[in-house]
């Protein structure tokens, strides 16, 4: 039996390209028109890079890491997602030196062992954005701005911005206590995780997904904000309206990493669901100095590149078609066609071309499926004569083309410049 992609894992065949090609151009611009400069992370790292900031009571890392042990024993994992490793680089090459606000993009793979189904994978794209050096709310707010664009220039409506805020050190020990009391009379219904999570972590057992549904009535960080979160939130929720960028609160939103601080959110597709969520991130003033760093804010967002993908209007997108197709009819024809499809290339013409060299009918069909604008047809007495046939394949209309100097010509032909 022929070997097929590991369950979960899947391949993104050309005919997909041309969505994720103007994605990440998209992005790209985007991100860069914002300030922000791109970074490359390693796609592993040492496990306790992730253990430390993603959390060890957390689903990623408990239940959803592929952890292996390399060659000289160390402890390695796929990244299950960006912002650790952008954190670690940050500190390790102390980018801090740079400039009092280090904005960052990243675009590559991330390995979870999820459940796989639709929108669900074990390898996926994430295209994300840090911002670290400034815990000022009008950067949450340049950050969902920028979000909020990112989705308006791919064309795709009908998202949901949900906001939270999940406090600081300082308020979150007190709502923990709250939330502790609360859940204590629960305990003996809730699974495993949860009994264990309420000693270590409190918080994560609002993010269970087998007793999710359990805390409808539960205390919600939002009440129980000290002032300096609660004036930081009233900020970004005010800025927000002020750009016009709609938006809901979202008291009970929890994120599956413990990273965050403060402002929290997800862009969810429809009513919220693991795999409706197409973006999501938050505020981590914690973070760098969990890892070895100064101490830093930092805040920062990721997209699921899959989703959004789904969401665009592909047909919208096409593939780039040839502009010109060659057909040359006989062995003449083609042993002459084989430097000219070289120079048309080179001088940056798509062009495409039948090497087998068939009858002139199979050679037209070739052409019509490519999508080529035009076909340039070459045969025995075209070749006499040095002189070719420029057929255009919409209106059919065909006109000569001089063959002594041909690139030229059909540069001025198809209108190409250059
Ligand atoms: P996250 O919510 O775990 O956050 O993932 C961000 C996005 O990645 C999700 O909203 C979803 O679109 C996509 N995603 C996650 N898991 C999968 C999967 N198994 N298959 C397909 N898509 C998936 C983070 O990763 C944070 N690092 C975001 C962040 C950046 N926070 C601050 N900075």
Redesign the pocket.
């Known amino acids: 039996m022929a070997i097929q992609a590991i369950k979960g894992v899947k391949d993104i065949l050309p005919a997909d390209m041309p969505a994720w090609i103007f994605l990440e151009k998209t992005a790209r611009e985007l991100f860069e028109d914002f300030g922000f400069s791109e970074i490359r992370v390693p796609v592993f790292e040492y496990t306790e890079l992730f253990a430390r900031s993603i959390g060890t009571s957390t689903d990623i890392v408990e239940k959803e890491m592929y952890t292996f042990e390399d060659r000289d024993g160390k402890k390695i994992t796929l990244r299950p ?3 650790a490793g952008v954190v670690r680089a940050f500190v390790e090459h102390k980018l801090y030196a740079d400039s009092q606000l280090v904005k960052l993009y990243y675009l590559g793979p991330m390995f ?1 062992h ?1 459940r796989p189904q639709k ?4 390898q ?1 794209y ?1 295209i ?1 954005a ?1 911002a670290l050096g400034i815990d000022h709310p009008h950067v949450d707010i340049e950050m969902l701005a920028m979000l909020y664009e990112l989705f308006t220039r791919l064309g795709i409506t009908g998202l949901t911005l949900q906001v939270n805020s999940l406090g600081d050190n300082a308020c979150r020990g007190a709502y923990r206590a709250t939330l502790k009391k609360y859940l204590e009379a629960k305990l003996p219904t809730l699974c495993g995780d949860c009994q264990r999570r309420y000693e270590t972590n409190p918080l994560r057992v609002l993010d269970c997904k087998v007793d999710a549904d359990k805390f409808g009535d539960s205390p919600v960080m939002l009440d129980h904000l000290c002032n300096p979160c609660k004036t930081h939130f009233e900020t970004v929720e005010n800025g927000l309206k002020k750009l016009g960028i709609p938006f809901e609160v979202n008291p009970r939103l929890v ?3 413990d990273y965050y601080t403060r402002t929290t959110f ?1 862009l969810v597709m429809g009513h919220p669901g693991a795999q409706n ?6 505020r ?1 003033d914690g973070l760098v100095q969990d890892i070895g760093g100064p101490a830093t804010p930092g ?6 590149v ?2 959004a993908v789904s969401l665009m209007d592909s047909a919208t997108l096409q593939a780039p078609r040839p502009a010109l197709f060659i057909a040359a009819l006989g062995s003449d024809a083609v042993a002459f066609a084989l430097p000219l499809v070289y120079a048309l290339k080179s001088s940056g013409i798509r062009v495409d071309t039948d090497y087998a060299g068939g009858s002139l009918k199979s050679q037209m069909k070739k052409a019509d499926k490519s999508g080529a604008g035009h076909t340039l047809i070459i045969g025995e007495q075209e070749l006499k004569a040095q002189s070719a046939v420029l057929r255009n394949m919409q209106t059919k209309e065909q006109i000569p083309v001089s063959l002594s100097n041909a690139v030229e010509e059909l540069k001025s032909k198809l209108n190409i410049r250059g």
Not at 299 to 304: E, Q, V, Y
């Open positions: 997602e960006g912002t979870r999820e929108g669900r994978y074990r996926f994430q994300g840090e994120r599956g990493l997800e969520t197409v973006a999501a991130g938050g981590y805040i920062g967002f990721a997209l699921g899959e989703r």
